[in-house]
């Protein structure tokens, strides 16, 4: 199938790693090997969940104000779209930081989906959404990601699941991807195999 659609996870693929976790865990009170912070925060109490959730809040709008985009970024969301191919970001970040991030480094993005939208990766709902929104199939569709979850909501919904390799945790996931492009700069040449096209980067 032609690839029309592709589907960027936001923090550590379109911007470049910036979170650490571990200390976000530690300051909300999470143990560090608690999982993933959204889940643990759903078995919070409310008064819990409000302070944790202000945490969270300060260090994605730190985040936006300190990212860089990752290698290939622009340069690869320029060419899709000259191709004519939908560009998507679904994350586990809140939708109005994406569009800040977007505003900030003058990128454009075709929809969002954000962890208010609906049930977060690894549930294939926002790939699902995403393809609905943009009229195609999820087989004509690449998920970009640097994490596990990435991959497996790509998978839950019948897309094509590419992990990005531009950290340590990469090997560990990489069994679940159907490519692994060490930079964004890899992924053109993906979609113009998939397509049978061939157009420069430039």
Known sequence: MPIKAVIFDLD???TEPYFDFDAIREEIGIDRHGGPILEAMEKMTPQQRQRAEA????????????????PGARETLEALRRRGIHIGILTRNRKCNAHAVAARHNLRFDAVVGREDGPV????FGVLHLCDRFAVQPGETLVVGDYLFDLLCAKAAGAIPVLITNHDRAPEFAHHADFTVQTLHELLP???????TGESLA
């Open 55 to 70: 945490i969270l809040h300060f260090h994605e709008e730190k985040a936006v104000a300190d990212s860089s985009l990752n």
């Open 190 to 196: 993906i979609v113009d195999n998939q397509n049978g």
């Open 121 to 124: 990766k690894p549930h294939a």
């Open 12 to 14: 550590g693929t379109i």
